[in-house]
């Protein structure tokens, strides 16, 4: 059996809590104030429900609210810091790949504020490379913004693995030559595990184990 190419040289990562919010670029208070106006918006938001519990046959005969006051910016500050704790799993596989002298980068679709100030992340200095949506001006799956990336790390898109949740950006990163692992919420190891037996059967550089 013929043995697999030993190319991959870079991993990049997508950094759970981004926002994704249309394609466009757009302000913090814009964002806050249409998000806001969808979370109160009872007749979409009940006949969605409706919806929901008719395919998990539950009781559609329940009682909804005809009148909502949910403080959008107040539930996104509660959702952002609960994402802003690390995965510990993930964290500790990013500081193997650059023990093993991987290179390492994330690629994040975000925003700034009013103030121009970009809505943080801690892991910032864990990476070689952190690309923002909001400063490069592109968003995932955007192809130019994983290009974008792997140009600032100094590899091709098939040097590296991409790590995301989200289908549509794993496709846009295969379509590109990328070898892609998928995310899913709960099942983080698995995608550890996953890309250090990449790395380990198609690494460039010998991993240490």
């Not at 600032?152 to 846009?172: M, Q, R, T, W, Y």
């Amino acid at each position: 059996m013929e043995l697999q190419t030993r190319t991959i040289r870079a991993v990049i990562f997508d950094i759970g809590g981004v926002i994704q919010y249309e394609r466009n670029e757009i302000s913090y208070t814009e964002f806050i104030d249409k998000w806001t106006l969808e979370l109160n918006d009872v007749t979409a938001n009940n006949k969605a429900y409706r919806e929901y519990l008719t395919r998990r046959h539950l009781d559609t005969r329940m009682v909804l609210p005809s009148k909502t006051r949910v403080d959008g910016e107040e539930l996104f500050k509660q959702m952002m810091k609960v994402a802003e704790e690390p995965n510990r799993c993930v964290v500790d596989l990013v500081k193997w790949l650059r023990q093993c002298e991987y290179k390492v980068a994330a690629l994040t679709n975000n925003f700034q504020n009013d103030e121009g100030k970009v809505q943080g992340n801690v892991l910032t200095k864990l990476f070689d490379e952190f690309v923002e949506s909001s400063v490069v001006g592109l968003r995932k799956p955007d192809a130019r913004f994983y290009t974008h990336a792997c140009n600032l790390l100094d590899v091709s898109p098939e040097e590296v693995v991409f790590l995301d949740d989200i289908g549509k950006n794993l496709s846009a990163a295969k379509r590109l030559g990328m070898t892609t692992v998928q995310v899913e919420i709960g099942r983080e190891q698995e995608a550890v595990d996953a890309v250090k037996r990449i790395i380990r059967t198609r690494g460039a550089l010998a991993p240490k184990l």
